[in-house]
């Protein structure tokens, strides 16, 4: 029984990592000539609460702290209900 439950634990901790399908993005020049340096971001979807640069969340590739609110996305929840010309 021990052995199945440390065999079951095991299969979970390795196919946790595979849920997670991060992008890397090549570096390019932007229309001004502004390099921006190459890095990762979460996988495109329909919510903006995984993002790491969301508030709380932690960026695993840099160790920075996500301090964007996304007021303006109606999938956060600090949604200001204004999704169009807000300020």
Request: proline share 3%; with cysteine.
């Given at each position: 029984m021990l052995i199945r439950f440390v065999l079951i634990l095991c299969i979970a901790?390795?196919?946790?990592?595979?849920?997670?399908?991060?992008?890397?993005?090549?570096g390019y020049?932007?229309?001004n000539g502004t390099y921006v340096q190459p890095y990762y971001r979460s996988s495109p979807n329909n919510?903006?609460?995984?993002?790491?640069?969301?508030?709380?969340?932690?960026?695993?590739?840099?160790g920075n702290v996500g301090t964007n609110y996304y007021r303006n996305n109606s999938?956060?929840?600090?949604?200001?209900?204004?999704?169009?010309n807000c300020e």
């Amino acid at each position: 029984m021990l052995i199945r439950f440390v065999l079951i634990l095991c299969i979970a901790f390795a196919t946790a990592g595979l849920a997670r399908a991060d992008e890397y993005v090549q570096g390019y020049y932007r229309s001004n000539g502004t390099y921006v340096q190459p890095y990762y971001r979460s996988s495109p979807n329909n919510t903006v609460q995984d993002n790491f640069s969301y508030k709380g969340n932690i960026d695993p590739y840099t160790g920075n702290v996500g301090t964007n609110y996304y007021r303006n996305n109606s999938t956060s929840q600090y949604f200001n209900g204004c999704t169009f010309n807000c300020e």
